[in-house]
């Protein structure tokens, strides 16, 4: 056994397929990245394209100015990364670089649905890698996606890329739902890998545990209203009558506001090692998200051994079993999130069980070398039968 992942050690790899593979140069999870990084350690060779047009992004900038800077960023990034205008340029910018290398590979692989990058006319099989899908998002109110004939344009181009594929990776059995049920794309092609536990936390440790008898809870965050973090601070006012020296730490924010007695605001953290060292001087962790295509912190937290708290939305369900791993609670219902920290914070024994069961997951789940092998294992099988 691999002590720092928690997969069998496999011995020397195969030789597995060529690929190139494509992906947005800057992305706010590293996930793109990382399953390349996964694929490649279970032997398969990458040429890496990461897509960044700097002139474009500028036109975009200047398209998108506004004098407040709340308004200029979404701006910016709906003109970038999701206009019909960005879709276009990209998939030829793609397409150009691919046709210099379609010689060298057995295939292409994509991460994300941002733009098209099978040349036309070329045979190489085509993989696409998503996390999430528009119809998800418009849907359930996530990323903002204009609507209309620019809707219409996206959903459209989605569709053609899951028709396209070989095989549609998943990262969730909830985004597979979707390509199947809402694009219509048979089962058989549509495969649910899931995700790993990204450094530092793949140094996992079994010996080392949390402070569950700290009463101190921990809400990891880049949103406020999205990441529930309003259900959080209306549950923790309800716990501190209950427990009176009940602690909360809030990362993530830039800004923070609410003036509660216990709450320790430290704002947005770079050093990821600083980080991980704040999940273990806690007793639970809680992000009851209203929007989560994946939710990274959640196996964040079950490899330092902690419990979670989510909402039965998105991939939650699938990430953290509830009453055994951690707890769902519907989207903004603070009176069961209260019910669920005091149950935690008052008995220790309690929130170590689900703590060692949620570190038991993590590693039987959620490491890259799962993740990588399982998506290799897929390529073969689908190249075999090309």
């Not at 959620?366 to 039968?385: C, D, S």
Request: charged fraction near 25%.
């Amino acid at each position: 056994m691999n002590s720092a992942t928690g997969a069998p050690n496999t011995g020397s790899k195969s030789i597995g397929p060529r690929l190139i593979g494509i992906s947005p140069k800057d992305t706010f999870s590293g996930f793109q990245n990382t399953f390349f990084d996964a694929v490649e350690a279970q032997g398969a060779s990458i040429i890496r394209i990461g897509v960044q047009l700097r002139l474009f992004r500028l036109k975009c900038l200047i398209m998108g100015f506004h004098p407040k800077k709340s308004e200029w960023g979404p701006r910016f990034s709906h003109l970038y990364h999701m206009s019909v205008m960005a879709f276009k340029m990209k998939s030829h910018f793609v397409q150009q670089r691919i046709r210099e290398r379609l010689g060298e590979v057995d295939a292409i692989y994509q991460v994300g649905s941002l733009w098209d990058p099978v040349p036309p006319g070329t045979d190489k099989p085509f993989f696409i890698h998503v996390s999430y899908t528009t119809r998800m998002s418009v849907a359930k109110g996530g990323w903002r996606i204009s609507s209309g004939k620019e809707q219409e344009f996206r959903l459209a181009r989605e569709r053609e890329l899951f028709e396209k594929a070989r095989v549609v990776f998943t990262t969730t059995q909830n985004t597979r739902s979707s390509v199947i049920g809402e694009y219509g794309i048979p089962p058989d092609k549509v495969v649910a890998v899931n995700a790993g536990v990204s450094p530092p936390y793949d140094n996992l440790n079994p010996d080392r545990h949390p402070d569950y008898s700290s009463r101190k809870i921990l809400f990891v965050g880049k949103g406020d209203y999205g990441k529930g973090l309003d259900t959080v601070l209306e549950a923790f006012k309800i716990t501190r009558h209950a427990i009176p020296d009940a602690g909360l730490t809030i990362v993530g924010p830039n800004e923070f506001t609410a003036a509660l007695e216990g709450i320790t605001f430290l704002g947005r953290i770079g050093d990821r090692n600083k980080v991980k060292e704040l999940y273990y001087q806690h007793a639970l962790f809680a992000m009851p998200s209203r929007f989560e295509p994946f939710g990274q912190v959640f196996i964040e937290a079950m490899s330092c051994h902690l419990p979670c708290i989510g909402t039965t939305r998105d991939a939650m369900p699938e990430i953290i079993d509830h009453e055994k791993t951690g707890y769902l609670i519907e989207a903004g219902d603070h009176e069961r999130l209260a019910e669920y920290f005091i149950r935690l914070l008052g008995d220790p024994e309690h929130a170590r069980k689900m703590g060692q069961a949620a570190y038991g997951k993590l590693t039987s789940t959620y490491t890259w070398p799962i993740v990588g092998q399982r998506i290799v294992n897929t390529m073969r099988e689908a190249l075999a039968a090309y």
